[in-house]
């Protein structure tokens, strides 16, 4: 038996950001805030959703966001949301400002600790649908968080734990490619390998799902076919249009889970020290991992070369790599400032991550450990 759900409210299409304000009516609700952080504040984004969404510009904003979202951050945003009275959120920006949007509206409602609420501590029962809605507004294309059940949240004791329940997923996705245009190439290649990396995780995850496989598989091709594109001019609307939607797809198929690319990136993105990007670091290990995952998943690898426009004996680890090059994007951990002494414990990490149970092939920390070592 499988139960599939095809899963929010998507508005998707240049300029869709106009339609905010409607959105926020269907919704019954007339008191948002902004949650975002100080990059999308400089970068005129803010004031670009403002003007041409129709909300006040006396929306409450909260622009602490920090890279790796915390639970600091979002008891900060708690605050400022019911000293202001909100009903309502509305989250601009990359994963990072959408994912502590969703753990804010958790905390609004639910009592803490939120640690109680980890899906690996059992916490996914404890989130009910009795929340302020999200609204969610991808200025990047590549986390796929506007449709996504998980909340990715550091807490104080560096733990970076996900949070995850139907009830997490945004009420309503503004897909708008037109906010993606001024995307920096490296960010622009750096969210689009995480897009990447999803379809192909979600794709290989073993959970019975052909319907969530068909998505992925599509998003594939579209990512690889206009993430070059995209990174080169990010002024072709066509190119934006593209990966906004692939990495819409990549997000859509999250609910059969990832693997171990993402069991590795959630720790390592909990590093304090070294604030590293998520879907840099995915690009980064996602050959090792395609290696470490080869044996038992060839059919669905040759699924993948069809997708990717690749010959038969194409070895994709290999494709991954050479793209990850093309893009401009570190090859190694070690160009990204990672050293090995924080092997050991990111093993312990992503053995306990939640993305571990859904990589095809079983993985513990000696594995972990090596996959490690190999993509240092
Ligand atoms: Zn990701």
Same mark, same amino acid.
């Given at each position: 038996?499988?139960?599939?759900?095809?899963?929010?409210?998507?508005?998707?299409?240049?300029? +869709?950001?106009?339609? $905010?304000? #409607?959105?926020? %009516? &269907?919704?019954?609700? *007339?008191?948002? =805030? !902004?949650?975002?952080?100080?990059?999308?504040?400089?970068?005129?984004?803010?004031?670009?959703?403002?003007?041409?969404?129709?909300?006040?510009?006396?929306?409450?904003?909260?622009?602490?966001?920090?890279?790796?979202?915390?639970?600091?951050?979002?008891?900060?945003?708690?605050?400022?949301?019911?000293?202001?009275?909100?009903?309502?959120?509305?989250?601009?920006?990359?994963?990072?400002?959408?994912?502590?949007?969703?753990?804010?509206?958790?905390?609004?409602?639910?009592?803490?600790?939120?640690?109680?609420?980890?899906?690996?501590?059992?916490?996914?029962?404890?989130?009910?649908?009795?929340?302020?809605?999200?609204?969610?507004?991808?200025?990047?294309?590549?986390?796929?968080?506007?449709?996504?059940?998980? +909340?990715?949240?550091? $807490?104080? #004791?560096?733990? %970076? &734990?996900?949070?995850? *329940?139907?009830? =997490? !997923?945004?009420?309503?996705?503004?897909?708008?490619?037109?906010?993606?245009?001024?995307?920096?190439?490296?960010?622009?290649?750096?969210?689009?390998?995480?897009?990447?990396?999803?379809?192909?995780?979600?794709?290989?995850?073993?959970?019975?799902?052909?319907?969530?496989?068909?998505?992925?598989?599509?998003?594939?091709?579209?990512?690889?076919?206009?993430?070059?594109?995209?990174?080169?001019?990010?002024?072709?609307?066509?190119?934006?249009?593209?990966?906004?939607?692939?990495?819409?797809?990549?997000?859509?198929?999250?609910?059969?889970?990832?693997?171990?690319?993402?069991?590795?990136?959630?720790?390592?993105?909990?590093?304090?020290?070294?604030?590293?990007?998520?879907?840099?670091?995915?690009?980064?290990?996602?050959?090792?991992? $395609?290696?470490?995952?080869?044996?038992?998943?060839?059919?669905?690898?040759?699924? !993948?070369?069809?997708?990717?426009?690749?010959?038969?004996?194409?070895?994709?680890?290999?494709?991954?790599?050479?793209?990850?090059?093309?893009?401009?994007?570190?090859?190694?951990?070690?160009?990204?400032?990672?050293?090995?002494?924080?092997?050991?414990?990111?093993?312990?990490?992503?053995?306990?991550?939640?993305?571990?149970?859904?990589?095809?092939?079983?993985?513990?920390?000696?594995?972990?450990?090596?996959?490690?070592?190999?993509?240092?």
């Amino acid at each position: 038996m499988a139960l599939i759900q095809y899963l929010t409210r998507i508005q998707f299409q240049a300029g +869709a950001i106009s339609l $905010l304000a #409607d959105e926020l %009516k &269907l919704l019954g609700v *007339s008191r948002p =805030m !902004i949650v975002t952080d100080r990059g999308i504040v400089a970068a005129g984004l803010l004031a670009t959703v403002l003007a041409r969404s129709g909300i006040g510009q006396d929306t409450p904003v909260f622009d602490g966001t920090p890279e790796n979202p915390t639970e600091a951050a979002a008891q900060d945003a708690v605050a400022l949301f019911k000293a202001s009275g909100c009903d309502s959120i509305v989250a601009i920006g990359g994963g990072s400002p959408i994912d502590l949007a969703k753990a804010v509206s958790l905390l609004a409602s639910h009592p803490g600790p939120l640690e109680q609420y980890a899906v690996i501590l059992g916490g996914m029962d404890l989130i009910t649908a009795n929340k302020p809605p999200v609204i969610a507004v991808p200025t990047t294309a590549g986390t796929g968080s506007e449709v996504g059940r998980a +909340a990715l949240l550091t $807490l104080e #004791d560096g733990r %970076k &734990l996900g949070f995850i *329940s139907p009830h =997490m !997923i945004p009420s309503v996705a503004i897909c708008d490619p037109d906010l993606t245009i001024g995307l920096p190439p490296y960010l622009t290649a750096a969210t689009g390998m995480d897009a990447v990396t999803h379809c192909i995780e979600t794709f290989l995850s073993p959970r019975f799902n052909p319907v969530a496989d068909a998505i992925a598989l599509d998003g594939l091709a579209r990512a690889a076919k206009w993430i070059e594109p995209a990174t080169r001019d990010g002024a072709d609307a066509t190119a934006r249009h593209e990966m906004m939607l692939a990495a819409l797809q990549g997000g859509l198929t999250f609910q059969k889970g990832l693997g171990a690319v993402h069991s590795l990136s959630h720790p390592l993105g909990g590093l304090k020290a070294l604030r590293l990007h998520h879907g840099t670091l995915n690009a980064v290990l996602l050959p090792a991992v $395609l290696r470490y995952n080869a044996p038992g998943s060839q059919e669905k690898y040759a699924r !993948i070369r069809v997708a990717l426009n690749l010959s038969e004996d194409a070895d994709i680890a290999d494709e991954m790599a050479a793209l990850a090059q093309r893009l401009g994007l570190p090859a190694r951990l070690g160009e990204m400032g990672v050293t090995p002494d924080c092997f050991e414990q990111i093993s312990q990490y992503a053995v306990k991550d939640h993305s571990t149970a859904s990589n095809p092939r079983p993985v513990g920390a000696p594995d972990f450990l090596k996959i490690l070592e190999d993509s240092l």
